[in-house]
């Protein structure tokens, strides 16, 4: 954004960085410092009303007020679940909705926040990516998802983790991803620090190694899926051309530069990839590699054929990669009665809008 455009045009807070802001001030003759105050007003003290900004000089709080928009989005769903965790259903400036996950263990409060609306990679137990991809977020639009899960939280507590693993694929909009994470790292944004943010990719080599270049130490988690290419290239129409062993070097680039042991997600798919064999030839792949494997029993989505396999499917590939030596978890479900899994809240308020005739939104849940 030029200068002069920014002096008298309407901008949106989240899409700027506190540089950026610092320019816009000193344009409408204030200092560059009211940059700081305004991002710690609505980052820190969570305060999205310029007029309750009340360290700011009265004109400026009214010129803020007039041309910055400080959230974008709003909320149309709002759904808590038993176990604490919450849902936010986003509406965009373009009537396009995204989701976010708030969770909560032990002194964690971790966010779950989208980077796109669908996503492209072709997973075929995956939700979000049914309809294909319909557009990347900006980074004022990834940036909002976690001032609006902030608010859900009394004063005294802060966001301690995030973990880019909602709708769509953060590697393929690299640029606005990190654009919104910088913020979230520095310490007028939301200070929390790369080694408590977890970036979680299908697997696109050439960007796994841009982001080990940028050097912050973020948590990479890979999802695997299949341990050889034919069965993958079924489960993640992505590998096609790409391949399992590109994927490897990259992430094993990605801990060379970083230092930061990579995981990997295994989604466990009943009868599809749950065998013996295949925990076998995981096995084989990682073995020699610092590496975490997460599995994650397949979260039900209704129009999708796939299920979660028993628990003593589960317990004999947990021992299997054990007996190898490698790092295994089998991953909680949360937020399991609010349709947790990253697209489906989206879906079924899609498909339940379209049934109606008179085009009103359908009722609002919890505070929404
Ligand atoms: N595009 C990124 C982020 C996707 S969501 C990626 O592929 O990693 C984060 C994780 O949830 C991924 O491992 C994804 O494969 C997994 N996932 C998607 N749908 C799921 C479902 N129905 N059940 C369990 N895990 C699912």
Same mark, same amino acid.
């Given at each position: 954004?030029?200068?002069?455009?920014?002096?008298?045009?309407?901008?949106?807070?989240?899409?700027?960085?506190?540089?950026?802001?610092?320019?816009?001030?000193?344009?409408? *003759?204030?200092?560059?410092?009211?940059?700081?105050?305004?991002?710690?007003?609505?980052?820190? /003290?969570?305060?999205?009303?310029?007029?309750?900004?009340?360290?700011?000089?009265?004109?400026?709080?009214?010129?803020? *007020?007039?041309?910055?928009?400080?959230?974008?989005?709003?909320?149309?769903?709002?759904?808590?679940?038993?176990?604490?965790?919450? /849902?936010?259903?986003?509406? @965009?400036?373009?009537?396009?909705?995204?989701?976010?996950?708030?969770?909560?263990?032990?002194?964690?409060?971790?966010?779950?926040?989208?980077?796109?609306?669908?996503c492209?990679m072709g997973c075929?137990?995956?939700?979000?990516?049914?309809?294909?991809?319909?557009?990347?977020?900006?980074?004022?639009?990834?940036?909002?998802?976690?001032?609006?899960?902030?608010?859900?939280?009394?004063?005294?507590? /802060?966001?301690?983790?995030?973990?880019?693993?909602?709708?769509?694929e953060?590697l393929a909009?690299?640029?606005?991803?990190?654009?919104?994470?910088?913020?979230?790292?520095?310490?007028? *944004?939301?200070?929390?620090?790369?080694?408590?943010?977890?970036?979680s990719t299908v697997g696109l080599?050439?960007?796994?190694?841009?982001?080990?270049?940028?050097?912050?130490?973020?948590? @990479?988690?890979v999802s695997l899926h299949?341990?050889?290419?034919?069965?993958?290239?079924?489960?993640v129409?992505a590998n096609? =051309?790409i391949?399992?062993?590109?994927i490897?070097?990259?992430?094993?680039?990605?801990?060379?530069?970083?230092?930061?042991?990579?995981?990997?997600?295994?989604?466990?798919?009943? =009868?599809?990839?749950?065998?013996?064999?295949?925990?076998?030839?995981?096995?084989?792949?990682?073995?020699?590699?610092?590496?975490?494997?997460?599995?994650?029993?397949?979260?039900?989505?209704?129009?999708?054929?796939?299920?979660?396999? /028993?628990?003593?499917?589960?317990?004999?590939? +947990?021992?299997?990669?054990?007996?190898? =030596?490698?790092?295994?978890?089998?991953?909680?479900?949360? *937020?399991?009665?609010?349709?947790?899994?990253?697209?489906? @809240?989206?879906?079924? +308020?899609?498909?339940?809008?379209?049934?109606?005739?008179?085009?009103?939104?359908?009722?609002?849940?919890?505070?929404?």
């Amino acid at each position: 954004m030029k200068l002069a455009a920014r002096e008298t045009s309407t901008f949106r807070l989240c899409d700027l960085s506190v540089d950026e802001l610092a320019e816009w001030c000193r344009g409408v *003759g204030q200092p560059a410092y009211r940059a700081r105050q305004g991002f710690h007003w609505g980052f820190q /003290k969570r305060v999205m009303d310029p007029e309750r900004m009340d360290d700011l000089p009265k004109p400026f709080r009214q010129l803020l *007020g007039e041309r910055c928009e400080i959230l974008s989005s709003h909320v149309v769903r709002h759904l808590v679940s038993q176990d604490g965790t919450e /849902k936010l259903l986003l509406e @965009l400036r373009d009537g396009r909705t995204v989701e976010c996950v708030l969770m909560r263990g032990g002194r964690r409060r971790t966010a779950c926040i989208s980077t796109q609306v669908g996503c492209g990679m072709g997973c075929v137990f995956c939700a979000s990516g049914l309809k294909g991809l319909e557009r990347n977020l900006s980074r004022g639009e990834i940036l909002e998802q976690l001032l609006h899960l902030q608010r859900l939280l009394p004063h005294e507590e /802060k966001l301690t983790n995030i973990v880019v693993m909602g709708m769509g694929e953060p590697l393929a909009n690299l640029g606005e991803v990190i654009a919104a994470l910088e913020r979230v790292l520095d310490e007028q *944004g939301l200070g929390i620090g790369a080694r408590r943010i977890t970036l979680s990719t299908v697997g696109l080599p050439e960007k796994m190694r841009q982001l080990a270049d940028l050097g912050h130490p973020f948590t @990479l988690a890979v999802s695997l899926h299949a341990p050889n290419d034919r069965l993958r290239d079924r489960l993640v129409r992505a590998n096609t =051309g790409i391949g399992i062993r590109a994927i490897l070097e990259a992430a094993d680039y990605y801990f060379e530069r970083t230092g930061r042991r990579v995981s990997y997600e295994y989604v466990l798919l009943g =009868g599809l990839n749950d065998h013996p064999t295949h925990a076998r030839q995981l096995a084989a792949l990682l073995e020699d590699r610092c590496a975490h494997v997460n599995l994650i029993p397949m979260n039900p989505v209704p129009s999708l054929p796939f299920r979660a396999p /028993k628990a003593a499917r589960v317990r004999r590939f +947990v021992e299997s990669l054990e007996r190898k =030596g490698i790092a295994v978890t089998v991953r909680k479900r949360k *937020g399991a009665d609010i349709d947790a899994a990253c697209g489906q @809240l989206r879906l079924r +308020v899609d498909a339940s809008e379209s049934c109606r005739e008179d085009g009103a939104r359908s009722e609002r849940s919890g505070t929404g």
